[in-house]
C-alpha cells in the first residue's frame, strides 16, 4: 500500500518525507520483495521530481537496491541522450524554417531534462510561427 501511495502522491509537497519512509520499510523486508518494490515504485512515479529523489535515495542510502538502481542509471544514459537529441531538433527545426530564437527561447529548451515536454515542443516547433508559439500552454 506504501508503494502505491508514493506513486499516486507523486507531487505531493512531502513526497521526499513519504519516500523516505518507504525506503526504510523496504529495509526491513526480505530483500527480494524488497527490490521488486523499489523498482515497482521508480517505474510508478514515471519522469517526476520523485523519480529522482527516488533514485537518490535507492543509491545513496540503501547498498543492497544498487544493482537495481545502477541498470536504472545506464538506461537513465540512453534517456538524457535523447533529451539532448531532441533538444537539438527542436533548435534546428525553428532554424531551418527562419523562425527566429532568442537566447532565452534557446536556453529554456536546451534547460529541459523532460522528454516528454520536449516531445509535445518538437511537434509544436514544426507549425509554430514563433519560438515562444513553441512554449504555448493554451
Known amino acids: 500500500m506504501a508503494v502505491f501511495?508514493?506513486?499516486t502522491h507523486s507531487n505531493h509537497h512531502d513526497i521526499a518525507g513519504m519516500l523516505d519512509a518507504l525506503a526504510k520499510a523496504l529495509l526491513a523486508m526480505d530483500a527480494d520483495a524488497a527490490?521488486?518494490?523499489?523498482e515497482f515504485t521508480e517505474?510508478?512515479?514515471g519522469a517526476t521530481r520523485a523519480r529522482?529523489?527516488?533514485?537518490?535515495l535507492m543509491g545513496t542510502g540503501l547498498s543492497h537496491f544498487r544493482g537495481i538502481v545502477a541498470e536504472?542509471?545506464?538506461?537513465?544514459g540512453r534517456i538524457e541522450g535523447r533529451v539532448e537529441g531532441r533538444a537539438e531538433d527542436i533548435l534546428r527545426i525553428l532554424t531551418v524554417r527562419g523562425v527566429p530564437v532568442p537566447d532565452e527561447a534557446r536556453q529554456r529548451v536546451t534547460a529541459c531534462t523532460d522528454l516528454a515536454v520536449l516531445d509535445v515542443w518538437f511537434e509544436?516547433?514544426?507549425?509554430?510561427p514563433t519560438a515562444d508559439?513553441?512554449?504555448?500552454?493554451?
Not at 508559439?133 to 493554451?138: C, Q, R
Open 5 to 7: 501511495s508514493a506513486i
Open 35 to 38: 527490490a521488486v518494490f523499489a
Open 43 to 45: 517505474a510508478g512515479l
Open 52 to 56: 529522482d529523489i527516488w533514485r537518490n
Open 72 to 76: 536504472s542509471f545506464r538506461d537513465e
Open 124 to 128: 509544436r516547433a514544426v507549425t509554430a
Open 133 to 138: 508559439a513553441v512554449f504555448d500552454e493554451s
